[in-house]
């Protein structure tokens, strides 16, 4: 019987290591076939691609990013290939299974949780070698009622074969995110997440692992990313593994993990800001609030003094970037705790936030309390909440409004000089800055159409001009050194109209060639010719004293900026001021 295993991903660049697993689990008594689509490849095409290579079983693995479009693809199948056996597994159907197996009559069985030992004897059973009623682990209609076999004894994972050694999967070892698990399981109990319903940490065997990374970076893998859901609870195991990966790490490697922050000490934190290569590691950390009720009620144990410890620690060695995430609509976290909460992570300036809203996953704690809380919420996947007894729909949109602007604005990190300043010299705090540029950038309607790098520059220069304390010359100064410090060629187009003058243009090439050394030592030490200095070189008007600004001073004073672009290099900068400050301020 031809078996297939497949999944839609989000995008092309994820891989699913739980089908791998499963396929090295069957082996060598099945081989099944790994097909992997995204959620945005037309559901006719995706059949069709199953059609072709001819299946008697079709294995879905489901998730809450792709269990809608992946009903739709069962129900083409299943129409084109009735004698099809249809399987799922994976998160999204592991709970509330009866649901599952009512809505989607198609569906012949169910593997819930862990799928190694259960997929295999299910196999047997479908091939005629085993009874159905020696299949562990799953669920099925029978006579119109559920059935639901008792969950087989755990995996010993350190038995399990490499899920990474398959042929098909070489040549796109380079190209994708390449996953990979060293644990199963998770110490906390966090009400609104699925791992907290597994109880106890197992895990992989560690040698096999380090085998398995060696063999991912000899085949070209570039991005590694760990999926153990909090890689430091051992902490010897955590250091045993970074002190490996700084030793046989391959140049370009990047490897990302999800660390519990408040656990972590600070002897390794410095070891890590000591010995590992800039770049090399990157971390996610989980705050999701920093109010205390709220943590209590979802049984979230964190110190936040400790976490915040840890954040600045690395944040300070300048050798690991860090994506901190935050979630809105936890009880009793309403519009003002979430400000603060929000305020609380970003005073930490970390690399990347990601402000995600609280999703009601079947099998959590906190779904079966959604009354409780005065839950209201989308009842298909992804289950995010409309409101709560403290937070209101209304509230709800208006953070999603501050959410797109970060995105656009922080983690892009296109504007950073820009919005240090915004958030700390013009707005009370970060989080009013972000709430009320999105709410005007909603209300403008941008948010439904697209945009270029200028026109974000642009959007926020019209929102600033509506703020009557801001600063404008002093802002838009900041924009152009964050415009310009980005580029390695001169622009061809600038967002701004301000221009010098053809005649103020010549003076200040003019004193450039005759002495150099006005815009610095090291710009005269370029030596350029009059013909560099006018192809590679920009001057325009600016009202910041740029030497004042790289000692963190910000000093209005109006005059020019001078830009030379060096190819493969940053930019140099320089600002030119001929006369007296007052006298440059008439002159313009």
Not at 6 to 33: D, M, S
Not at 289 to 296: A, E, K, R, V
Not at 544 to 554: A, E, G, M, T, V
Request: glycine residues 4%.
């Amino acid at each position: 019987m031809n078996t297939i295993l497949t999944t839609l991903n989000a995008k092309y660049i994820h891989t699913n290591l739980a089908l791998r697993y499963l396929k090295g689990a069957t082996l060598p008594e099945f081989n099944p076939i790994i097909a992997e689509y995204t959620i945005k490849d037309p559901a006719f095409n995706i059949v069709s691609d199953l059609f072709q290579k001819k299946p008697d079983i079709v294995g879905f693995s489901c998730y809450i990013w792709n269990i809608e479009e992946t009903i739709h693809v069962i129900k083409m199948l299943k129409t084109v290939c009735p004698h099809v056996k249809i399987l799922l597994g994976g998160p999204e159907v592991s709970y509330d299974s009866h649901h599952w197996l009512r809505r989607i009559p198609e569906v012949d069985f169910i593997v819930m949780g862990e799928g190694e030992t259960s997929f295999k004897q299910l196999l047997h059973y479908l091939h005629g070698e085993i009874l159905l009623e020696d299949v562990p682990g799953i669920c099925y209609l029978e006579e119109g009622k559920v059935k639901i076999h008792a969950q087989p004894q755990k995996i010993d994972l350190r038995e399990l074969p490499s899920p990474f050694r398959f042929e098909e999967d070489l040549p796109h070892l380079s190209k994708r995110i390449q996953y990979i698990e060293t644990s199963r399981g998770c110490p906390f109990s966090c009400q609104f997440c699925l791992s907290s319903i597994e109880v106890g940490v197992r895990y992989f065997n560690r040698e096999k692992i380090k085998e398995d990374i060696r063999f991912l970076m000899d085949h070209g893998a570039r991005t590694i990313k760990f999926v153990d859901r909090t890689f430091n609870i051992s902490r010897s195991y955590a250091m045993e593994m970074f002190q490996f990966l700084i030793d046989e790490h391959k140049p370009g490697v990047v490897f990302q993990f999800e660390i519990t922050a408040d656990i972590m000490r600070p002897e390794v934190i410095q070891f890590l800001n000591d010995n590992a290569p800039q770049g090399l590691f990157r971390f996610e950390i989980g705050v999701q609030s920093t109010n205390d009720l709220t943590n209590t009620l979802v049984k979230r144990r964190q110190n936040f003094e400790k976490l915040k410890r840890t954040v600045t620690m690395v944040k300070e060695g300048g050798k690991i970037d860090q994506h901190l995430d935050l979630i809105a609509g936890l009880p009793e976290e309403d519009y003002a705790s979430f400000r603060q909460t929000f305020n609380d992570v970003f005073a930490m300036r970390p690399e990347e936030l990601q402000l995600g809203f609280l999703k009601l996953l079947r099998g959590t704690g906190l779904r079966l309390e959604a009354e409780k809380f005065g839950y209201t919420y989308v009842d298909i996947a992804p289950y995010e909440i409309f409101s709560n007894n403290v937070l209101t729909f209304d509230d709800i949109v208006r953070i999603k409004h501050a959410e797109d602007v970060l995105e656009k604005y922080w983690n892009d990190h296109r504007m950073d000089y820009t919005i240090e300043y915004l958030v700390t010299e013009l707005f009370a705090t970060p989080f009013d800055f972000f709430q009320r540029f999105g709410t005007y950038w909603e209300t403008k309607g941008w948010s439904r159409i697209g945009h270029q790098l200028e026109d974000l520059f642009r959007r926020l220069l019209m929102f600033l001009e509506t703020v009557e304390e801001a600063n404008l010359d002093i802002i838009k100064s900041l924009m152009q050194l964050d415009y310009l410090s980005a580029q390695q060629f001169q622009p061809r187009k600038l967002w701004w109209k301000e221009r010098p003058t053809e005649e103020q243009q010549k003076t200040i090439y003019r004193a450039l060639r005759e002495n150099p050394a006005i815009a610095g030592e090291e710009f005269a030490s370029f030596k350029l010719t009059e013909k560099e200095l006018f192809k590679h070189t920009l001057v325009i008007p600016h009202a910041l004293d740029y030497q004042s600004f790289l000692n963190s001073k910000i000093v209005q004073r109006n005059g020019y900026l001078l830009i030379y672009f060096r190819h493969g290099q940053s930019p140099y900068f320089a600002s030119i001021h001929l006369t007296e400050p007052n006298e440059q301020l008439a002159l313009k």
